[in-house]
């Protein structure tokens, strides 16, 4: 399991390096953000309705699709969870331990882009509090622990569509308010 998560991390990594600033700049468009919430919404719902959903081991090209899903949540609206889950349900996983690779998958990712980030702002020169920060990530650590078990328990029992639905939801809002503004 670890060499595969070794294995699925590199796609994110390697794009976050190349496409850091693209992803930072012109990727953040609100119309493009509508776009990934609906396609990413209309993949998960396919993914829910044929997937076999019969493994619940992973092997090499699991790891090397979902690591690849990982890199393309790059993208702001894709969501990492839920590109991986989807890919994960596209590859014959059970939704439940589609989601669990996901969850151990984001681990390194998220820990590189938060030490990348703050190595950036320590070189920038920005004073910091580091208690406030420690705090901040204890409650995250907590926070995020409790989210996680919540639904891993939710996805054995419940398919994706609320998600499904939150985002298309939430796309329409974004594209009104954009609308409104222009």
């Not at 992973?58 to 894709?78: E, F, H, K, M, Y």
Request: glycine letters at 8%.
């Amino acid at each position: 399991m670890l060499g595969y998560l070794i294995i699925g991390t590199i796609p994110a990594c390697v794009a976050g390096l190349v496409f850091h600033d693209l992803i930072e700049t012109s990727l953040r468009d609100p119309l493009i953000i509508v776009f990934t919430l609906v396609t990413v919404g209309i993949l998960m719902l396919v993914a829910e309705k044929i997937s076999k959903r019969q493994r619940d081991s992973v092997t090499l090209s699991d790891a090397i699709v979902i690591g690849t899903a990982q890199a393309i949540a790059l993208i702001p609206g894709v969501s990492r969870s839920g590109i991986t889950i989807t890919a994960g349900l596209f590859k014959g996983l059970k939704r439940d331990y589609a989601a669990k690779f996901s969850f151990l998958l984001s681990a390194p990712a998220i820990a590189g882009a938060a030490t990348l980030d703050f190595y950036k702002s320590l070189k920038i020169g920005y004073s910091h509090d580091y208690s406030l920060f420690i705090v901040g990530l204890i409650s995250a650590f907590i926070t995020g622990i409790l989210a996680i078990k919540f639904l891993l328990h939710f996805l054995k029992k419940y398919p994706l569509n609320v998600f499904i639905y939150y985002r298309w939801v939430l796309a329409g809002v974004i594209f009104l308010l954009y609308s409104f503004r222009s």
